[in-house]
């Protein structure tokens, strides 16, 4: 039993040793993003999500990739970066499923059931991975996924609030329809096998 927990444990550090760096890589794509969108005068911020608007579904895509300025992208980043390396280490595969069925589930949930007015930053996808390593540590428990799921609720259980309304300017609904994909994703996972 021991064993079991200390292969489980040792396989999830090398996955998160060896998915390091490009994950670095990626959040600095981010944040050059974010420069280029502040020398421009936030003039990419168009491409965000406008709710039930044409224009607004290339948001679908885009709106996680803009931020408002570097506080909203720094705040995002610390998430992200943890748990989205904790999703890499499953594997790359597990990891582009869930990407790909967060950001086009709260996407499309913004577009669809938002607030008006522009939605953008990657909060929706950092709720997605959080609802993503619960529901995995509830379908699938194992140590890693229960010590896991256990540690990401001590550190960022307040993701779990944002789902609801708070702040005017904060987008909850990305945070709402992000949570529900991140969970939806570990159970087509889950069914899968």
């Not at 001590?154 to 309304?165: A, D, E, Q």
């Amino acid at each position: 039993m021991l064993s079991d927990f200390a292969e489980q444990l040792s396989a999830f550090i090398a996955g998160t040793e060896y998915y390091l760096y490009p994950w670095l890589l990626t959040l600095g794509i981010l944040w050059l993003i974010n420069i280029l969108n502040w020398i421009t005068g936030s003039k990419l911020n168009v491409l965000g999500t406008y709710p039930r608007h044409v224009m607004g579904l290339v948001g679908i895509v885009c709106s996680p990739l803009l931020h408002q300025n570097f506080n909203h992208l720094f705040f995002n980043s610390i998430p992200l970066f943890v748990l989205g390396l904790a999703i890499l280490a499953r594997g790359l595969p597990i990891f582009y499923v869930v990407t790909l069925v967060v950001t086009l589930g709260s996407g499309l949930g913004v577009w669809l059931f938002g607030s008006r007015g522009r939605h953008i930053g990657a909060s929706g996808v950092v709720s997605g991975y959080f609802g993503y390593i619960l529901a995995t540590a509830y379908l699938n428990p194992s140590f890693t996924t229960l010590l896991l799921g256990l540690l990401v609720v001590y550190y960022f259980g307040s993701i779990f609030l944002g789902i609801f309304p708070q702040e005017e300017k904060v987008s909850w609904e990305s945070h709402l329809f992000g949570f529900l994909s991140g969970m939806s994703s570990a159970y087509l996972l889950y069914l899968k096998g």
